[in-house]
């Protein structure tokens, strides 16, 4: 009756003694035994939900916690940390927790788009907007439309930029170059920087 209401073992009266230590020694190995799978069966449930980000320690728990928090918000995220440290990985995961899930992810590092041709780039262009463009250019929020656009390296975007970026988040519209009509915008922008954002701030880099 005690095994069936859940006790791992039992002893029977008079009790020997080292009857009940190995009782209790074998008892103790099995809560090991289900404490470790316990841990395991977290660490893969983890896994799963966060996509490649790895890691137990202090800070990654820290991370996962705040990435849980905010998925289910419609909020920007700003992510910042040294190049190198998975801050892609994390935006991923952002993704992949949020209700955009089933939308497209996009990603695209501001450094590596000429600055002449960022606009085009973000909102994309009619044919003929500017020179060389020789048909419709589909932008980064159209393809990301119902999803995330992730901007790598926003620190790298000129102040103009920033600005009208910072219109397309208040009012939820764009407009391609060439087109005055406006598109709404169906995305959740989440950015990255390696840059120090006070140092950036106080230089007037970064709005």
């Known amino acids: 009756a005690a095994?069936?209401?859940g006790a791992y073992d039992f002893v029977t009266k008079p009790i020997e003694m080292e009857t009940l230590a190995i009782a209790l020694e074998r008892a103790a190995?099995?809560?090991?035994?289900q404490n470790q799978v316990k841990m395991l069966s977290e660490a893969v449930e983890r896994s799963q939900r966060f996509g490649e980000l790895l890691g137990e320690s202090p800070p990654m728990q820290e991370l996962y916690e705040v990435l849980g928090r905010i998925a289910d918000s419609e909020a920007s995220v700003l992510i910042t940390g040294e190049s190198g440290t998975g801050k892609e990985l994390a935006a991923r995961?952002?993704?992949?927790l949020s209700p955009r899930a089933q939308g497209p992810f996009v990603s695209e590092s501001c450094a590596a788009l000429p600055p002449s041709l960022i606009e085009a780039e973000l909102f994309g262009a009619r044919k003929g907007a500017y020179t060389g463009a020789d048909?419709?250019?589909?932008?980064?929020?159209?393809?990301?439309h119902g999803g995330t656009l992730f901007l790598d390296e926003i620190g790298d975007m000129s102040l103009d930029m920033q600005v009208k970026?910072?219109?397309v988040l208040q009012e939820k519209v764009y407009e391609r170059l060439g087109d005055p009509e406006p598109i709404p915008c169906d995305i959740r922008i989440v950015a990255a920087t390696h840059r120090?954002?006070?140092?950036?701030?106080a230089r007037g880099t970064f709005r």
């Open 93 to 96: 995961a952002l993704h992949a």
């Open 165 to 167: 970026l910072l219109r």
């Open 29 to 33: 190995q099995h809560r090991a035994l």
């Open 3 to 5: 095994i069936r209401a």
């Open 196 to 201: 120090d954002l006070e140092d950036m701030v």
């Open 135 to 144: 048909r419709d250019r589909e932008g980064l929020f159209e393809r990301a």
